[in-house]
DNA sequence: CCGGATCCGGGTTGATACTG
DNA sequence: CAGTATCAACCCGGATCCGG
């Protein structure tokens, strides 16, 4: 698109992010990092397959992204934020934060990809003991499980299967996200369809309820 | 523009404010509640105003703007942000800060309006001896002046002209900016064009150099 | 002047087909 | 898998016009 030609940091910043798609390629690079054409278009669905390529290179020229040819075994390129394009991260969540109301009113129409819970994961997730010993859980809806993983007060939430999960919860992505920020009760969730096997209170250390010890600890009383 | 379709925070805040124009609109009203169409165009150099028409109706439709008839005097219809509207200023902020580093990099042939540094101002701007007695100073480039006023610790930065203003500086937007951020010392800002009258201190307070009080009690030795 | 509405040429997008 | 090619539909920018 054309630039704004306005001495503005805000117009400098839409004229290499402002244009349609951009952010949402910014997002899925957020989500997983080294990522191949493929993997961005089936992220983006409704992309047409010119305007990401088109989109991707004016990214790179900017140098916000990076293009990466892997030997084999990978034997593809794969895209990755730079540093730069990282330091997009607060600015999104913030935009993301602000559009979560809007989510309510979503179209049946609209597409569901459950990775990304993500992001709000990132950003709302919290650890209400965090001096326990380090846990992971793994997250199951359709495609490539997330991975939480506490430790030492730190949180982490990645796209891949963890090693050694000390639980594991199976349902929809609203669902679980809804469970995980405290918006639904474990047990509603699990009478709404949510599956946890292994340690049920390794769950309850990110989503506390009124009959976890967490909650009495994690809670001003 | 059409709507991207996906469940996902992001995606719907920029099926609202993701067509071109709009964030850089929302800019404006962030700067100056309360705007005529025709501010709104002066405040946005290139916009047709077709395209401004038909996005202040999306905006108004979407809940982030309101419009206002005015009675006489004003006789006109000024547009507002709402609660939802307004709400938007820190990722518009953010986005900004992170699109400050390319202004370096801004063409000559590139738009300068003087009230575009109202936003940096409100984020950047620190007073250094909050403990003062309120004050204010009046900036003044081309276009409307633009008022800081230090009282108690807080800070306000608007589009209009003070009653008493303890200073008056004159010069370039960017100039006024650079010193006030602390990036030109007061001299090197006098020597290169930026004329000051009052009291000199009322100016150190949100720009200490060297030889001023506040840069001593402001800074940790 | 203010606040638009209308029209038009050119550029961008979206959908699909195709290729190495 | 990673794009390129093509083309219709739509959107944008610029100019013009018009009622208060």
Chains 1, 2 share one sequence.
């Not at 990978?74 to 109301?101: C, K, M, N, S, Y």
């Not at 340690?199 to 600890?217: G, K, Q």
Request: aromatic share 4%; proline share 6%; net charge positive.
């Amino acid at each position: 698109m054309k630039s704004y030609k306005q001495r503005c940091g805000l117009a400098k910043a839409l004229d290499l992010v402002g244009d349609r798609w951009v952010l949402l390629i910014v997002r899925e690079l957020l989500i997983r990092q080294g990522c191949r054409f493929t993997d961005l278009k089936n992220g983006l669905p409704g992309i047409a397959t010119n305007l990401l390529s088109a989109r991707l290179k004016e990214l790179e020229a900017s140098g916000v992204i990076r293009r990466q040819e892997e030997p084999p075994p990978i034997a593809t390129t794969l895209f990755h934020l730079t540093d730069r394009g990282r330091a997009l991260e607060p600015a999104v969540q913030l935009l993301g934060a602000w559009g979560a109301p809007l989510l309510s009113k979503s179209r049946k129409e609209d597409a569901v990809l459950a990775h990304w819970i993500v992001l709000p994961l990132r950003q709302h997730l919290r650890d209400h003991t965090p001096n326990a010993p380090p846990v992971a859980v793994e997250l199951r809806s359709e495609g490539q499980p997330i991975v939480i993983s506490a430790a030492a007060g730190t949180l982490e939430v990645h796209l891949n299967s963890a090693q050694n999960p000390r639980a594991i919860v199976k349902g929809s992505s609203i669902q679980i996200l809804s469970l995980l920020l405290g918006k639904t009760e474990l047990k509603a969730a699990q009478s709404g369809g949510v599956q946890i096997t292994g340690d049920l209170n390794a769950v309850r250390r990110f989503a506390p309820d009124s009959a976890s010890p967490a909650a009495r600890s994690g809670r001003e009383t």
